[in-house]
């Protein structure tokens, strides 16, 4: 059985990947009504896999017997002043979740939950590479981003993101 307070942190990371896909959904939605449908198609792409994060925290409160309580979805910003912005924001949005996750570790270690720890090994090395893919994003903006030709390259290159469910054998 889990521990209550771990129980709680996971629960409430169910809302936090929620949020996360409603971030990106609201990033998506920027872009296409800008006209840049390569990078919405990535932020949608992106929304997805949040929602995937959700599903598998769900599933292992399930799975280890506690009862999932859907919670009210934050709005997100909708109001971005410009191509980079976005970007910039998603690269700390990552940040914040990288410090929730490693949060939701240290609880699980403190309460000697090795199981609750090999669940989250996967997120704490997925974390590193959605920081890595955010910041590699924002750095082709700046370089690339700022003149036409560059921005029309990189949205074509952003709209052949394919999605794959995410799966984590838990
Ligand atoms: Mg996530």
């Known amino acids: ?3 209550a307070k771990l129980a709680e942190l ?3 990371h169910v809302n936090q990947e929620f949020y996360s896909a409603y971030l990106y959904l609201s990033m998506s939605n920027y872009y296409n009504e800008e006209g840049l449908s390569g990078f919405g198609h990535w ?3 992106q929304a997805q896999e949040e929602l995937d994060h959700a599903i598998l925290f769900s599933q292992y409160l399930h799975n280890n017997g506690a ?3 859907l919670k009210t979805i934050e709005a997100p910003n909708a109001n971005f002043t410009g191509f980079q912005e976005p970007l910039q924001e998603s690269l700390k949005h ?3 979740v990288t410090g929730l996750i490693h949060n939701i570790y240290a609880t699980a270690n403190q309460v000697k939950d090795f ?3 090999q669940f989250l090994n996967w997120f704490v090395k997925e974390q590193g590479e959605e920081e890595k893919t955010a910041e590699d994003l924002l750095k082709k903006f700046e370089l690339f981003g700022q003149d036409g030709k560059g921005l029309y390259m990189l949205d074509s290159e952003l709209s052949e993101r394919v999605y794959t469910q995410t799966t984590e054998d838990i």
Do not use: C, I
């Open 1 to 3: 059985m889990l521990d």
């Open 10 to 12: 996971l629960n409430n």
């Open 43 to 45: 932020f949608s792409v």
């Open 67 to 69: 009862h999932v309580a």
């Open 94 to 96: 990552e940040r914040l």
């Open 115 to 117: 199981r609750t720890m």
